[in-house]
């Protein structure tokens, strides 16, 4: 069973920056891909990229590419999301989610095993 602990929301201004942690414990995460969703408030859960732990392979949505990055630190079984040039339109609640061997551009929220709790963005001036 693996646990995943989002943490680094907030507010931030138009135009900002934000990084995002996902720690996992439970389980040796090394054959685990990792996607990060959003959710904002009366729409589906979208997802936005997905990183490969073995190798930190990333496969970003066209919507988000540019924006949005991945990267993560093995040694502490950490994903980041780091979040440039935020928009209003970026608000919402952040989910990672994780799972063995998944394909990175299945982002769709039901394959997932593992979620999150989530971490609220407000992008807003």
């Known amino acids: 069973e693996v646990q995943l602990v989002e943490s680094g929301g907030g507010w931030v201004q138009p135009g900002g920056s934000l990084r995002l942690s996902c720690a996992a414990s439970g389980s040796t995460f090394d054959d685990y891909t990792v996607a990060w969703f959003r959710q904002a408030t009366g729409k589906e859960r979208e997802g936005l990229l997905s990183?490969?732990?073995?190798?930190?392979?990333?496969y970003i949505l066209p919507f988000v590419k540019g924006r949005f990055t991945a990267s993560s630190d093995n040694a502490r079984n950490t994903v980041y999301l780091h979040l440039n040039s935020l928009k209003p339109e970026d608000t919402a609640v952040y989910y990672c989610a994780a799972g063995p061997q998944k394909p990175m551009n299945a982002l769709t929220p039901f394959i997932w095993d593992y979620w999150g709790q989530g971490t609220q963005v407000t992008v807003s001036s």
């Open positions: 990183i490969r732990i073995k190798d930190g392979s990333t």
